[in-house]
């Protein structure tokens, strides 16, 4: 069955790009119908959806993280990546990937992504 | 957006039956499905109710699902409650005028 597994930084300065990247195995990321997604978790804090790549290239984002988050698909590493800009402490968070066709499932373990200099 | 809100916490006792409530604040509850994941202290949620009242397999059936259109929320029981069911619990749903993905507030589940 599919899998996905983040990787990146666990560490980040301020007014720095935090980018994460998803592996996907045990199926393509160009399969149609599938919402390739991020989603964060603040420490002791609830789940915030971030964004998602659609299989067609569409992408669509949290309108409260628009302006700073870009979410791609290298379909030749079956990958899709995450960047958020100009990252202060308040984004430092557990950083999710996950897929969504009728629900979110698989998701990544996650990573714990400390913004701090 | 709409907003999906949960009660902050519920504890019940091993063996009775506890209900979390999902409210959306606009919008009609029965617009889009709603999820409901469970989330156990260091690892990824994981699905326990998809399209409002759907177990994916190897969800027990003390886990059921529902929708009240009159209170404009959904509904997670939990039945016979276990040990292992104490967890985070979060309602999702889909606003299909942004586009975009909203979880809710999250619900604390506590077996005394």
């Known amino acids: 069955q599919v899998q996905l597994q983040e990787s990146g930084p666990g560490l980040v300065k301020p007014s720095q790009t935090l980018s994460l990247t998803c592996t996907v195995s045990g199926g393509s990321i160009s399969s149609g119908g599938y919402y390739w997604s991020w989603i964060r978790q603040h420490p002791g804090k609830g789940l915030e959806w971030i964004g998602y790549i659609y299989y067609s290239g569409s992408t669509y984002y949290n309108p409260s993280l628009k302006s700073r988050v870009t979410i791609s698909v290298d379909t030749s590493k079956n990958q899709f990546s995450l960047k958020l800009s100009s990252v202060t402490a308040a984004d430092t968070a557990v950083y999710y990937c996950a897929t969504y066709a009728v629900r979110f499932d698989p998701w990544g373990q996650g990573t714990l992504v400390t913004v701090s200099s | 957006n709409f907003m999906l809100t949960q009660p902050h916490s519920v504890s019940e006792s091993p063996g009775k039956t506890v209900t979390i409530s999902c409210t959306r604040s606009?919008?009609?509850?029965?617009?889009?499905?709603v999820q409901w994941y469970q989330q156990r202290p260091g690892s990824a949620p994981t699905t326990v109710i998809y399209e409002d009242n759907q177990r994916p397999s190897g969800v027990p059936d003390r886990f059921s699902g529902s929708i009240d259109s009159s209170s404009n929320s959904a509904s997670l029981t939990i039945s016979g409650l276990k040990t292992e069911d104490e967890a985070d619990y979060y309602c999702?749903?889909?606003?299909?005028?942004?586009?975009?993905?909203?979880f809710g507030t999250g619900t604390k589940v506590t077996v005394l």
């Open positions: 606009s919008g009609s509850i029965a617009s889009n499905y």
């Open positions: 999702q749903s889909y606003d299909s005028s942004n586009h975009a993905f909203v």
